[in-house]
C-alpha cells in the first residue's frame, strides 16, 4: 500500500512571501498526486493533480506543484502568498490502478501581514 | 456542473444513540462514492466506499455502516455512537471505472457527548 508523508505540520508565512510544502509518498506502483486545500469548517478543495505528462503541474490560486520520481516527491509551491491563502493542505496518492486515496496528516499554513 | 450535498452541517448526539448522516450527489451518474472522517489534529481516514448500489467496501472496522440505496446517494449510519465517533465526516465522489479526482462535499462535524 501507499503511504504520504507531508513533512512539516505547521508553516507560518508572511504575506507576499514564497511557500513551499513538502510531500513525500511511497509506492511501488505508479501513482497519481494530488494537492488540497481546506478552509475551516469547509469539505477539501482541489488545487492541482499530477496524473501524467510534464512534471510540473499548475493549479488554481498561483499554486504549482513539481513530481519528482526519484525522490518520490510532490513538493507544492506559491511565489507569493495573500492571507487568504490561510488553511490546510493535504497532500494525497492514489495507485493507478485502484479507486482510493492515501492522504498525509496536512500542513497548516498561517499567512500573517 | 456537479454537485455534492451533505446534511446535516453540525450534529449534537448523546453517547448510545443513532446516527444518519446522508450525502447525494447531482450532475453525474454511476459515481463512486466514498465516506471519510477527519478527527481533530490528525488527516483523513477513508471509512467505506462503494462503487454502485448495493456495493460498499469498509475500510476501517468500527461501530459505522454505510448504504448506498440509489445511484447517487451514500449513507453513513451508527446504531450507537461512542465518544471517539466525534469527528469532521466528508463525503466524496468521482468518475466511476478511473482513480481521477475525487471532489468533496462540505461535510458534517459531529461532536458526540
Known amino acids: 500500500a501507499q503511504s504520504v508523508t507531508q513533512l512539516d505540520s505547521q508553516v507560518p508565512v508572511f504575506e507576499e512571501a514564497p511557500v513551499e510544502l513538502r510531500c513525500n509518498y511511497s509506492?511501488?506502483?505508479?501513482?497519481?498526486l494530488f494537492w488540497y486545500v481546506q478552509y475551516p469548517n469547509q469539505g477539501l478543495q482541489l488545487l492541482l493533480k499530477?496524473?501524467?505528462?510534464?512534471?510540473l503541474v499548475k493549479g488554481i490560486n498561483g499554486f504549482e506543484a513539481e513530481f519528482n520520481k526519484s525522490q518520490t516527491s510532490f513538493h507544492l509551491r506559491k511565489p507569493s502568498v495573500h492571507i487568504s491563502d490561510t488553511a490546510e493542505y493535504f497532500c494525497?496518492?492514489?495507485?493507478?490502478?485502484?479507486?482510493?486515496?492515501?492522504f498525509g496528516a496536512g500542513t497548516t499554513v498561517t499567512v500573517r501581514a | 456542473s456537479q454537485t455534492i450535498h451533505q446534511w446535516p452541517a453540525t450534529l449534537v448526539q448523546p453517547v448510545g444513540s443513532p446516527l444518519s448522516l446522508e450525502c447525494t450527489v447531482e450532475?453525474?451518474?454511476?459515481?463512486?462514492l466514498y465516506w471519510y472522517r477527519q478527527a481533530a489534529g490528525r488527516g483523513l481516514q477513508l471509512l467505506f466506499y462503494?462503487?454502485?448500489?448495493?456495493?460498499i467496501s469498509s475500510e476501517v472496522p468500527q461501530n459505522l455502516s454505510a448504504s448506498r440505496p440509489q445511484d447517487r446517494q451514500f449513507i453513513l449510519s451508527s446504531k450507537k455512537l461512542l465518544l471517539s465517533d466525534s469527528g469532521f465526516y466528508l463525503c466524496?465522489?468521482?468518475?466511476?471505472?478511473?482513480?481521477?479526482?475525487?471532489?468533496f462535499g462540505p461535510g458534517t462535524r459531529l461532536t458526540v457527548l
Open positions: 466524496a465522489w468521482s468518475v466511476i471505472g478511473t482513480t481521477d479526482t475525487q471532489y
Open positions: 509506492s511501488s506502483v505508479s501513482v497519481y
Open positions: 499530477y496524473l501524467s505528462g510534464s512534471t
Open positions: 494525497a496518492v492514489s495507485r493507478s490502478n485502484d479507486y482510493k486515496l492515501s
Open positions: 450532475g453525474t451518474s454511476n459515481p463512486n
Open positions: 462503494s462503487v454502485g448500489i448495493g456495493q
